[in-house]
């Protein structure tokens, strides 16, 4: 089963949101799977034509700006164990 780009990105975001933060990173599947989703869906972002009056880029934007989100999540986490 393939996802489309916004189930991606929004089970992405959904596993990013419901993940407990406290424990080392080996310990954060979910922080981790979020992560590789989101790359997933930027990686499918970027392959699209890039004509959307906009929306593409600023969809990528917010993708980077997610994904750096969770890192920091994730180094959160670990150096609060």
Known sequence: MTLSFPRALLL???I???????????AQPHM??????LRQARAELAAATPNKGGH????LVLIDQAIGEVEAGIAFGASHR
Do not use: M, Q, Y
């Open 16 to 26: 990013a949101a419901s993940a407990g933060i406290g424990s080392a990173v080996a």
């Open 32 to 37: 981790a799977a979020s992560v590789d989703l």
């Open 12 to 14: 992405g975001a959904f």
């Open 56 to 59: 593409r880029a600023r969809g």
